[in-house]
């Protein structure tokens, strides 16, 4: 038999139950305070990219690119032997603006570059607290500027650059390509946003289900968007470019792909983001994984949810980007 929950009891979807099992194994707390982003830095959550780029045919170099307050490091890797003009990936990274570099969940983005011969580039933006909004967002559009204006020597084509993110680095895409269309700067042919930090409010059903659990939870995420908002976290002083679920309008935007885990802070925001771009005449195609915590498909590639996933997204790169 069924049994109800208690009136006013908030409930939630459960884990799928192969990630339940793998969620204890989590390398981050799971609730991140202000105090813990400096250790969490110095953590080593992936693997060195020597150690990724061993089993990859992929030439590394590393550029600085201009940004309104100084210099980035950016990371250029190219398909060895490559010669014909290509599509070009521009990837940033996640870490709830706190945390992460260029390197963060770059494996999957790197095997698009090796399935399409595509140029990836990946910059470290400047993290928060430190460097508090507009500091990222400025620096991920100074990146994608860069990208566009040196394709040809990059050997990508201007018109088949496809903005990837994860996470905070999905917001900051978000953010991109609403800057490019209001600045009339370079234009992205798509957006692939992994599980996109795009809402400061902290008002959905979701937030308030994933409070102190999952691997991101509704308290790490207030952390991070403290971090990078500070004192107008959550009042309506916070830019669209920043908060991309504020935008009033999401017109003229390039296609994108959304997926989130049904197990997830995000979940409400990244559903009611893809429904605006619809409504705005923007082509979107959105999964929610049922049981899937935030970047469960990181944490656990092996599991059975976590490979349908990344066969979807991966199938979506192909009809992008060209078999």
């Known amino acids: 038999m069924t049994v109800s929950p208690r009136p006013g009891t908030l409930v939630r979807p459960p884990y799928d139950p192969e990630l339940d099992t793998l969620l204890a194994g989590s390398p981050l707390p799971t609730v991140i305070t202000a105090?813990?982003?400096?250790?969490l830095r110095t953590a080593p959550f992936t693997a060195p990219i020597e150690e990724v780029l061993a089993t990859r045919d992929l030439d590394h170099r590393i550029v600085t690119i201009p940004s309104p307050e100084g210099e980035l490091a950016a990371s250029v890797f190219t398909p060895r032997g490559k010669t014909a003009t290509g599509a070009g990936i521009y990837h940033l990274h996640g870490g709830g603006f706190v945390i992460g570099d260029r390197y963060t969940g770059i494996e999957n983005i790197l095997d698009y570059a090796l399935?399409?011969?595509?140029?990836?580039?990946s910059v470290d933006?400047?993290?928060?607290p430190e460097r508090p909004d507009p500091a990222p967002v400025e620096d991920a559009y100074a990146g994608f500027v860069w990208t566009a204006r040196h394709a040809g020597e990059l050997?990508?084509?201007?018109?088949?650059?496809l903005l990837a993110g994860t996470s905070a680095g999905?917001?900051?895409?978000?953010?991109?390509?609403?800057l490019a269309r209001d600045r009339k700067g370079p234009q992205a042919m798509a957006q692939l946003l992994m599980s996109p930090m795009l809402d400061d409010r902290d008002d959905t059903v979701s937030a308030r289900q994933y409070s102190g659990t999952g691997s991101w939870s509704r308290e790490s995420?207030?952390?991070?968007?403290?971090?990078?908002?500070?004192?107008r976290r959550g009042t309506e002083a916070v830019s669209v470019y920043a908060a991309p679920a504020r935008?009033?309008?999401l017109s003229g935007l390039p296609p994108a792909f959304i997926d989130v885990g049904s197990a997830e802070v995000f979940r409400d925001e990244d559903v009611a983001y893809a429904s605006r771009l619809w409504s705005s005449g923007v082509q979107a195609e959105l999964h929610v994984w049922a049981g899937g915590f935030h970047i469960f498909d990181g944490a656990a590639p092996a599991a059975?949810?976590?490979?349908?996933?990344?066969a979807a997204r991966s199938a979506w790169v192909r009809r992008t980007l060209g078999a």
Do not use: C, F, Q
């Open 155 to 161: 050997g990508i084509d201007p018109d088949r650059i």
């Open 125 to 128: 933006y400047r993290l928060a």
């Open 221 to 231: 995420n207030r952390t991070g968007w403290s971090a990078l908002l500070g004192a």
């Open 170 to 178: 999905a917001g900051l895409a978000a953010g991109v390509v609403l």
């Open 247 to 249: 935008a009033a309008d």
């Open 115 to 121: 399935e399409h011969g595509a140029v990836v580039v």
């Open 35 to 39: 105090d813990m982003i400096e250790p």
């Open 304 to 310: 059975a949810l976590s490979k349908a996933a990344l």
